[in-house]
């Protein structure tokens, strides 16, 4: 790779020890170009961001373009398991992944507020370029801002994503059909936890880590497997009976799980049964829902227990003919309940 | 998870439906009410309807105290909130509720007021320590099992002599209620859903203990049996009352026995008998007056108390005129007998007390139950 042939403007260095973001690392002057040369480029270094222009141009491999965005702000920053930084990593591949995209390629937008201390900051960068490599995507263009202190929550991060789906790969959400299987790719709310367990006035002490991960790699273990796949989706927000809802909608058909047959560990199904919270509706970030031909399930679920980020992987359920389609689910005891939306925010019960 | 596992266990719960469906009368039917919005949603959330013969009907109650909190007094608590000098804190489930015009505690915090959500009335004090230059206001709501903990950072308060805490008392009675549906005129009236028996609270009791449903079970000739949450603790409850409704027995009987004693927990009655005293009438959501049925700060705590420290002038709040709550709570009506339930009243927009939480008997109908009308 070729060293970055910018005459630097600026004497010193950055303070990243002691430095705080101000608002003229986002006013287009010199401090700016200080913090992008000396902490994003620094980390983020690639052929495409080393040309130092204001966009990318970039030669895609033949196939269809998926294009996703996606904003973080999470609260707290860092939790166990992961931070900002390799979640905007993770989140962004995975929506990219979930259509059978390769991805290829980031942007990343920084909202920084004033005060918000350069070390943390390095930190999240860092994080992010590692998540990144390991990911083998590049962020290839970006931007910075600065708000004033108190008009933002330290750092929100904006990445936007494109990928390249390979020739044969029909992956949708409109795509499931009464009769195909439900697979899930590992056990429920383990980030949605994990964050919790580290938010002010609720901290409680946990061995639990998130499990954010980028999935794309599983998800080309899956489609080797059964090319026949008809949706992927990864219950982020809203959680599992979030994502079963939105298939079932999109494919105007019903859904019905076991609730025997998702994995839940022991911890988190402890803190949600605490704080009054349904591990259904908790989110996920390294988590995939896949529905596939009842023919091709054995080799899917094969294939996605021998990839480590699908070892617990299991058939939750089916899908069904239902003209109002709803997701339903047969309890632990053996009655049936419907499986709604989140309504609101989860909040926790008071008795 | 251990003592959670053991008591959701499939075989067991089968074990039971089969000897409930034995032992249910062909020739009667069962009109069991569950006061408590807990048992409401371990109920829905278990899928317990299905496991339980066409004979025996569940009536949701009004023991979810966020339901029944009338909306005048959240009117007073927005009031509060937006007063730039105060923090209120509450817990989660109050946040959401809407008071008048669809104003909530969520939507006044994100319109900038400083509500706090809490999960203890301690964090309520500690609250009140981290800021002295603010007034901290516990926005205190529940029945008798969140009451103890309101009433011991009261006195905590006052050790410390913190200046700047009070509590907005919204604690309420769990007999009062079950006794004024007793009384209620659809309650004697023909053709009308009768209640056969109570599922007597589990947390509750264990703060009150049992003794204090034995007057009414006495008095109205309802069984009652005080059940765990727990869905097979709800089962085995329900078979008590059944068994009880068959042998012709009016008692009060204990499931909750790993909990719930008679006498109940001495230490914290005298801790609310010290802080509180009964309000010679209190208004329910849904329920109307009822006499004795609510709490308020003594005297000699009456420095604590924000309806003595700020001015507080009710406002007469009106509930949507087609709302069946007050019908539905007392089992005379079903969530779907109502026009607005699924169209006007939903979990999003809901106009009626049995909507705004989870343990509503409207909201977790919609939530757990909808499906079976629909199929």
Known sequence: MNAPRVRRPFAG?????????????????????????????????????????????????????????????????????????????????????????????????????????????????????????????????????????????????????????????????????????????????????????????????????????ALHDLVAAMIAAAPGLRCLRDPTRGGLAATLNELATQSSVGMHIREVAIPIR???????????????????????????PPEDADRVLAAMRAHPLGAAAALIGTVREDPHWFVTMETLLGGNRLVDWLSGEQLPRIC | MKYIDEFRDGAAARGLARRIAEEARLDRSYHLMEFCGGHTHAIYRHGIPNLLPASVRMIHGPGCPVCVLPIGRLDLALDLATRPEVILCSYGDMLRVPG????????????????????????????????????????????????????????????????????????????????????????????????????????????????PYERFAREHQRPVVIAGFEPLDVMQSILMLIRQLNEGRVEVENQYTRAVTRAGNRKAQRLMAEVFEPRPVFEWRGLGSIPHSALQIRERYAHFDAERRFPMM???????????????????????????????????????????????ACAAYYRYGRYQEAA
């Open chain 2, 100 to 211: 008048s015009g669809g104003h909530s505690l969520l939507k006044a915090k994100a319109a900038g007021a400083d509500i706090h959500m809490i999960y203890s009335a301690a964090a309520a004090l500690t609250l009140a320590q981290r800021h002295p230059d603010r007034e901290v206001v516990f926005f205190a709501i529940g029945f008798e099992t969140t009451t103890p903990p309101t009433a011991l950072v009261i006195q905590q308060a006052a050790q410390l002599d913190l200046p700047n805490f009070t509590v907005f008392c919204n604690h309420v009675l769990t007999p009062p209620a079950i006794a004024h549906l007793l009384a209620a005129p659809e309650a004697h009236e023909l053709d009308t859903v009768p209640i056969d028996g109570f599922l007597g609270p589990a947390h509750v009791s264990v703060v009150i203990g049992s003794e």
């Open chain 2, 314 to 360: 009710e406002r007469a709040a009106t509930e949507p005129r087609a709302c069946l709550c007050g019908a539905i709570l007392r089992g005379v009506k079903k969530p779907t007998d109502c026009k607005l339930f699924d169209t006007a009243c939903t979990p999003e927009t809901p106009l009626g007390a049995c909507m705004v939480s989870s343990e509503g």
């Open chain 1, 266 to 292: 022991a911890e988190v199904a402890a803190a949600c049964e605490l704080l009054g919270l349904d591990p259904l509706y908790v989110a996920n970030e390294g988590k995939l829902v896949a529905v596939c």
């Open chain 1, 13 to 213: 260095r950055l303070d990243l020890e002691h430095g705080q973001v101000e608002l003229s690392h986002g006013s287009g002057g010199r401090a700016m170009a200080q913090l992008i040369e000396d902490l994003f480029a620094a980390a983020f270094r690639n052929p495409w961001l080393d040309q130092r222009n204001d966009q990318a141009c970039l030669e895609l491999p033949p196939g269809r373009i998926a294009m996703t965005t996606d904003s973080y702000v999470v609260s707290p920053l860092f939790f166990p398991g992961g931070d900002i930084g390799s979640l905007a990593v993770h989140g962004t591949v995975n929506d990219l992944a979930m259509a059978g995209a390769w991805p290829l390629h980031l942007s990343a937008g920084f909202i920084l507020e004033a005060g918000f201390p350069l070390a943390d900051l390095k930190r999240i960068v860092e994080s992010m370029a590692q998540a990144a490599r390991t990911a083998g995507v590049s962020i290839v263009t970006g931007d910075t801002k600065v708000v004033e202190c108190g008009k933002g929550d330290g750092v929100f991060i904006n990445t936007t994503g494109i990928g390249v789906i390979p020739e044969d790969i029909q992956l949708s959400g409109d795509r499931a059909r009464p009769g195909d299987c439900i697979l899930l790719s590992g056990t429920l709310g383990d980030h949605g936890v994990a964050v919790m367990s580290q938010r002010a006035g609720l901290e409680f002490e946990t061995t639990l880590k998130s499990d954010s991960a």
